[in-house]
Nanobody, 117 residues
Framework: QVKLVESGGGLVQPGGSLRLSCAAS????????MGWYRQAPGKQRELVAI???????NYADSVKGRFTVSRDNAKSTVYLQMNSLKPEDTAAYYC???????????WGQGTQVTVSS
């Protein structure tokens, strides 16, 4: 059974930091591209950051320079370090995995991030 379990969300003041984690099980982690998406109320889900199986990364323009995605293949875990958080970063954050070759996709259940004073 495949599971993606996010953790690390919470309430933080503007300018603060959070680190999200996504622990994967049931997949051969190192051949999956791993991504973070977010969805704010009333908005579509959007890509935040991705780290490919080859180790490259890509970011949404809105988070470049503030967020850093990384992965630990030995722990089957992907991280999202979020710094200089803004109220507009408030959303449910979801972990996503896509098989490098066959495109099979899995989603986590999401973790809420709220940026507010």
């Amino acid at each position: 059974q495949v599971k993606l379990v996010e953790s690390g969300g919470g309430l933080v003041q503007p300018g603060g930091s959070l680190r999200l984690s996504c622990a994967a099980s049931g997949i051969f982690f190192r051949i999956y591209d791993m991504g973070w998406y977010r969805q704010a109320p009333g908005k579509q889900r959007e890509l935040v950051a991705i780290t490919t199986s080859g180790g490259s990364t890509n970011y949404a323009d809105s988070v470049k320079g503030r967020f850093t995605v990384s992965r630990d293949n030995a722990k089957s875990t992907v991280y999202l370090q979020m710094n200089s958080l803004k109220p507009e970063d408030t959303a449910a954050y979801y972990c996503n995995s896509v098989h490098k070759f066959n495109g099979r996709e899995y989603w986590g259940q999401g973790t809420q991030v709220t940026v507010s004073s």
